[in-house]
């Protein structure tokens, strides 16, 4: 059975920074590229950054500068630590892993800034 356990969300301030963690179970963690997304009501859910089996990384222009993704393979766990936070990240974050055709899904966890 695959599980995506996100941990790590909050209230914060504006200006203020959290570290989410994704611990995984049932994959082969090492072969699955991993990613963070977010959503708010009524809107799509977004990609937010991503982290290659190779740890290749890339984020979405809105975070470049404040987020870090970042994977402990030997932990079968990706993090990401997010810096300077805007009200506008406020969302819940979800962990997705994928390897080949095959993508799972944490639960997810809330994020909230205030301004």
């Known amino acids: 059975q695959v599980r995506l356990v996100e941990s790590g969300g909050g209230l914060v301030q504006a200006g203020g920074s959290l570290r989410l963690s994704c611990a995984a179970s049932?994959?082969?963690?090492?072969?699955?590229?991993m990613a963070w997304y977010r959503q708010v009501p009524g809107k799509q859910r977004e990609l937010v950054a991503a982290?290659?089996?190779?740890?290749?990384?890339n984020y979405a222009d809105s975070v470049k500068g404040r987020f870090t993704i970042s994977r402990d393979n030997a932990k079968d766990t990706v993090y990401l630590q997010m810096n300077s936070l805007k009200p506008e990240d406020t969302a819940v974050y979800y962990c997705?892993?994928?390897?080949?055709?095959?993508?799972?899904w944490g639960q997810g966890t809330q994020v909230t800034v205030s301004s």
């Open positions: 997705k892993s994928n390897f080949r055709a095959y993508d799972y």
């Open positions: 982290i290659s089996s190779a740890g290749a990384t």
């Open positions: 049932g994959i082969i963690f090492g072969l699955n590229a």
